[in-house]
């Protein structure tokens, strides 16, 4: 008897399915889809698309399997500093490094030449920070198991749903 087995009887997880489970959410995550499920889009589409809110914000959750995006107000701010405008420095910066070490060029055209490219691609990106930052947070912290994941036994835990706002008395109850 290993000392796994003497404190639970469940069969270990196979050494390969956290991978496959993490590749398969980053997967979900490129094609801007549920995290959970996979198959609902965590966006409006684009040719939907009216306005720059429209653009940034995702859904409020999938359709088809209930998964809330936003957790809480102020979800994705890492989302868009840490994925998004880490990866849009990262851009300038290689951008910068390549034009100051092999070209030479004013310092109005260097400028424009990292800066462009940069702008563009933190709005065209926003919208992958945030599903690769769901992807990251749904797999290190999954609120509910995933759907392709067998069910455990005595059942998989059910989402406690949030307590109702407390009533405000009205002004005529009060006199």
Do not use: Q
Not at 61 to 78: D, N, T
Not at 101 to 125: E, I, K, N, Q, R
Not at 147 to 161: A, I, S, Y
């Amino acid at each position: 008897m290993n000392a796994a087995s003497a404190f639970s009887d469940a069969p270990a997880p196979a050494p390969w399915s956290a991978g496959r489970r993490a590749w398969r959410y980053f997967a979900r995550a490129s094609r801007l889809s549920c995290p959970h499920c996979g198959t609902m889009p965590m966006f409006v589409p684009l040719r939907d698309t009216r306005s720059l809110s429209e653009w940034f914000t995702p859904l409020d959750g999938c359709p088809r399997c209930g998964y809330a995006y936003e957790r809480e107000m102020g979800y994705f701010l890492l989302a868009i500093w840490a994925v998004g405008y880490g990866f849009g420095s990262l851009l300038g910066l290689v951008i910068y490094l390549v034009l100051e070490t092999y070209y030479d060029v004013s310092m109005t055209t260097l400028l424009l030449a990292t800066l462009l490219p940069v702008f563009c691609f933190a709005m065209g990106f926003a919208r992958h920070a945030k599903a690769y930052f769901l992807a990251f947070d749904h797999f290190f912290d999954p609120p509910v198991p995933d759907l392709e994941d067998p069910p455990r036994e005595g059942g998989n835990p059910v989402v406690p749903k949030p307590a109702p706002e407390p009533a405000l008395p009205s002004p005529a109850s009060r006199g």
